[in-house]
């Protein structure tokens, strides 16, 4: 499975490329699957969203989707990314049930839509650095959630 983690500079790409390596090796070792991840860190570097088989878009919780995130959006739908998932980074810095929440989760889903990603596309919480301090813990969870949300919706793996 190959994922290419793109999103605005500072919500957590290099920290969720870490997170997801280490819950990977750590829970999911020996189930067949080979990942890879890799960090878009300019649109210049497009090549990765093209080669991977799924995108995911890192928004986070300090303020979620700005134009930057619209740009990228828009560069996915242009490259007919086949699919793509947001996820909600830093989640650890509010409380997950709350209409904050809410509202981060309903803004992701609006882009999707937006983009045309509404039949291809899902959104989850979590937190990077969390998964990277307890990869066994509630936030290493949510990095197995998004995968395995990738295997069961999309058959990547
Ligand atoms: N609280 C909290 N901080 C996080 C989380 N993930 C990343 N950070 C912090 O956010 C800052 C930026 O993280 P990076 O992983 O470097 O973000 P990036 O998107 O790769 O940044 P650029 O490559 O510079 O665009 C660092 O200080 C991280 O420790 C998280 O889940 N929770
Ligand atoms: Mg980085």
Same mark, same amino acid.
């Given at each position: ?18 997170a997801l390596?280490k819950v990977t090796?750590e829970r999911l ?9 890799? !960090?878009? #860190?300019?649109?210049?570097? +497009?090549?990765?969203?093209?080669? $991977? *088989?799924?995108?995911?878009?890192? &928004?986070? @919780? ?15 739908? !242009?490259? #007919?990314?086949?699919?793509? +998932?947001?996820?909600?980074?830093? $989640? *650890?810095?509010?409380?997950?049930? &709350?209409? @904050? ?25 979590g937190s990077a650095?969390g998964a990277l301090e307890d990869p066994n813990g509630e936030w290493g969870d949510k990095i197995i959630e998004l995968l ?10």
């Amino acid at each position: 499975m190959n994922l290419c983690i793109f999103g605005e500079p500072g919500f957590g790409k290099t920290t969720l490329v870490e997170a997801l390596t280490k819950v990977t090796e750590e829970r999911l070792f020996g189930n067949g699957v080979d990942y890879t991840f890799r !960090e878009m #860190n300019d649109p210049d570097e +497009a090549d990765l969203l093209t080669q $991977s *088989d799924v995108a995911v878009l890192v &928004s986070n @919780t300090e303020g979620g989707l700005t134009d930057q995130s619209d740009e990228l959006l828009s560069l996915a739908e !242009e490259l #007919n990314v086949a699919h793509l +998932a947001v996820f909600i980074n830093k $989640s *650890d810095l509010i409380d997950t049930i &709350s209409e @904050t929440m809410d509202m981060l989760q309903m803004e992701a889903f609006e882009k999707l839509d937006e983009y045309g990603f509404e039949d291809s596309g899902f959104v989850v919480y979590g937190s990077a650095t969390g998964a990277l301090e307890d990869p066994n813990g509630e936030w290493g969870d949510k990095i197995i959630e998004l995968l395995t949300m990738i295997e069961d919706t999309w058959g990547v793996c």
